[in-house]
């Protein structure tokens, strides 16, 4: 068998030193939080400390030790106990070994001569001492400390009893018994400070406020955990270098004001509380502060700036959307067209907007503060909504009639409780005014009883459909006359499918329309209106000629959502086109003859006026009697261009004007000397105006040949004719 392990046991290993990770993680925060509230007790704690390395090397004193000593704990800054010649001799050396070893050491009360030990300043003293051992968890040394009391009173006091031993023992003792109180009490203030430094360090965590303080002699800034953690940084992060390093978070011009603010307060000893920043932190995120500043004199002058720094992001985002909220339902509230309003518990208006109150004669703000009962005595309906709506109720009345200004309001009101920890607090209503809206609806109602009667009784045949099935919902009388049936059984169930064999709609030939022939069935399927002519026939065999127009009809998204068809019954009118359109040709016919028959019958006159004219020999007559026959060809020619036409009511003037010179050209028997040019439109007369038009190009065209080439002279006539806008020019 292998002894390799299985999924499930690694996944259980994976899983337990998970656990021990988070163990140790946790054991990790609980120790630099033990540490940093061992760091705060030895700072803040009455007696003289001193916290060694197990080298000897002198770690951390303690404010007490600086007053004590009368020294800066810059001057034992390089201080072992072990190198230390007066420790030796004062048995604090002895000691510190002993408590190397885990044992707890009391050094016997020694003198302290600070010319002896080569120290500066002080006074002879006796001094109390002991050393502690601390430990790791493992048992092994991690920290020593030394415990200093002044007991100089305390030596003096036994000097004084060894001299008066026989007569003050009484007092030692008494004495004796006040220092243990004395004792008692501190170690009993002291456990209350370290308990009071561990709350507020909670506190302060929960509340994510900080301490904070400036030195005046140093200018050195000090930090509590807290605002570590707010400014996103590490804790080795050394914030010290006032206007630097410690304020790189606030935008230039905050800095500009930080260090105006700080010098105010060293200089003049000027305050500040709540002054909001927005900083930037470490880690580039945003956030919003709050911070005070208390300068602490002494001498009459500021040795120390101390205050708090508060991250009030959160509540910032609050009050921004606070505002934004506020400012979106002000803008609603008073742009509202109806009436806002607030009641509170007792009864009294607490808001009231809405542009709707101008009916009631009321501005906005003016029912603040009056009593709704009393307002609406005279309208139960109302009273009895605010009650029920106080009592926790929803309520809303859609009719609500109220006497206005000018006439009767209508509105649709609603009444909707108000809480606050799940106690009613008052109302929230709104009003709506309808009038306009019922008014419509009234309009709208008669409209559609007029629209419903002139579909009922209109002469033109219409049905309407839903889509996208195309089912019938509506055919008027004059719908149902031509398919001579009911409503019900033309209406019921007829879908897209079954319009032409219901209708039995038919084409001209006599087959049967496919579905997508017919108008409403494309207007349905295709949206688009169409229009077309086909046959219906009756249930008693008669077809009728139907002229249908189809349309679409679209919802508010665009899609259709039924469809339209207006039915022309054009049976008669049909019929009377066909028979105006025979009687047409009958008369195109005869006309055509006529044109014909007058046309031979100048060309008649014309040939009889020029064999006239060849038998005679005076030249006058003879040219009189050939312009007269030229004059009939002219006339003739209108009436052989018209018969030959398919437009009888009007002459193509270029081939009249054409045709005209060459035959006065042919007349003239001028050859080919004379150029005769034409250049002429396509334009369109009517035969009274053609007449005389042609004879008068007849007239020009004439004297022309007489009398410009009367020599058989080469030349050119030229006739133009042109539109000009409405009018016809003749050159």
């Not at 077309?532 to 009809?553: K, Q, S, T």
């Not at 665009?558 to 066909?578: L, M, Y």
């Amino acid at each position: 068998m292998s002894n390799k392990p299985t999924y499930e046991e690694l996944e259980n290993r994976v899983k337990e030193l998970e656990l021990v990770a988070a163990t140790l993680k946790k054991t990790k925060e609980e120790l630099l939080e033990s540490e940093q509230c061992f760091r705060t007790m030895i700072e803040k704690s009455p007696s003289a400390i001193e916290l060694y390395e197990p080298n000897g090397k002198l770690l951390i004193v303690n404010e007490e030790w600086e007053s004590f000593w009368n020294l800066k704990r810059s001057d034992v800054a390089d201080f072992n106990i072990l190198d230390d010649k007066e420790c030796e001799r004062t048995g604090l050396t002895a000691a510190f070994k002993k408590a190397l070893r885990g044992i707890v050491c009391r050094i016997p009360p020694a003198k302290y001569d600070p010319k002896e030990s080569g120290m500066s300043g002080g006074s002879i003293r006796w001094i109390d001492s002991k050393m502690y051992p601390i430990h790791y968890q493992n048992g092994k040394i991690n920290k020593i400390v030394l415990v200093m009391e002044d007991i100089t009173e305390l030596k003096q006091s036994e000097e004084e009893l060894r001299k008066h031993q026989v007569n003050l023992e009484d007092l030692i003792k008494e004495r004796t018994v006040e220092l243990e109180k004395e004792i008692t009490e501190r170690k009993q203030v002291e456990k209350k400070m370290k308990r009071s430094e561990t709350f507020l360090n909670k506190t302060g965590q929960i509340s994510k406020v900080g301490g904070w303080e400036v030195e005046a002699a140093t200018m050195k800034v000090f930090w509590t955990k807290e605002i570590y953690n707010i400014m996103e940084v590490l804790s080795d992060y050394d914030p010290s270098s006032l206007g630097e390093e410690s304020i790189v978070f606030f935008s230039a011009d905050d800095q500009l004001w930080l260090n105006n603010a700080i010098q105010r307060s060293f200089e003049h000893g000027e305050p500040y509380y709540n002054k909001e920043f927005q900083i930037t932190t470490a880690k580039g995120n945003k956030k919003w502060v709050c911070a005070n500043c208390e300068p602490i004199t002494a001498g009459g002058r500021v040795v120390t700036l101390s205050g708090t720094f508060q991250d009030i992001t959160e509540r910032k985002k609050i009050e921004f959307q606070l505002k934004e909220s506020e400012g979106k339902f002000r803008a609603i509230v008073e742009n509202s067209k109806g009436i806002v309003y607030i009641i509170d518990k007792d009864g009294y208006f607490v808001l009231s907007e809405g542009a709707a109150l101008s009916g009631l004669g009321l501005k906005p703000g003016q029912m603040v503060g009056m009593d709704a009962f009393e307002v609406y005595k005279e309208y139960p309906e109302i009273i009895k909504g605010i009650k029920q709506a106080l009592k926790g109720e929803t309520v809303h009345d859609p009719q609500l009639v109220v006497q206005g200004v000018r006439d009767q309001r209508h509105y649709d009101i609603f009444y909707t409780p108000n809480y606050m920890d799940g106690e009613v607090i008052g109302i929230i209503g709104e009003a709506i005014d309808i009038t306009e809206r019922k008014q419509v609806q009234e309009e709208l109602k008669k409209t559609k009883a007029i629209l419903q009667a002139a579909l009922d009784n209109s002469p033109v045949a219409i049905a309407i459909a839903n889509a996208p099935d195309g089912k019938l919902i509506y055919v008027n009388n004059a719908g149902l006359s031509i398919r001579a049936d009911t409503e019900e059984e033309l209406v019921k169930d007829v879908g897209i499918g079954e319009y032409a064999s219901s209708w039995r709609i038919l084409h001209f030939d006599g087959t049967e329309y496919q579905t997508n022939e017919v108008p409403l069935a494309r207007a349905i399927k295709y949206g688009e209106p169409c229009t077309d002519e086909f046959i219906i026939r009756r249930n008693d065999g008669e077809d009728r000629i139907v002229l249908a127009n189809a349309a679409p009809i679209f919802d508010y998204k665009g899609n259709v959502s039924q469809g339209i068809v207006a039915f022309h019954d054009i049976t008669e009118r049909k019929q009377a086109e066909e028979q105006i359109k025979s009687n047409l040709k009958e008369k195109e016919t005869l006309l055509q003859e006529i044109h014909h028959r007058v046309k031979n019958n100048l060309t008649v006159v014309a040939s009889l006026l020029k064999l006239q004219a060849n038998g005679m020999e005076d030249e006058r007559l003879k040219a009189a009697l050939s312009d007269s026959q030229s004059r009939e060809q002219a006339m003739s020619a209108i009436h052989e261009t018209l018969y030959q036409s398919e437009n009888l009511s009007a002459i193509d003037m270029n081939i009249y004007l054409s045709k005209l010179g060459n035959d006065v050209a042919r007349n003239y028997s001028i050859g080919s000397k004379v150029n005769l040019i034409i250049e002429s439109e396509s334009v369109l007369i009517g035969a009274k105006q053609a007449s005389p038009v042609g004879l008068i190009v007849n007239e020009l065209v004439t004297n022309s040949l007489k009398y410009a080439f009367s020599n058989n002279e080469d030349g050119e006539i030229k006739i133009n004719l042109q539109r000009r806008e409405d009018q016809v020019e003749l050159e």
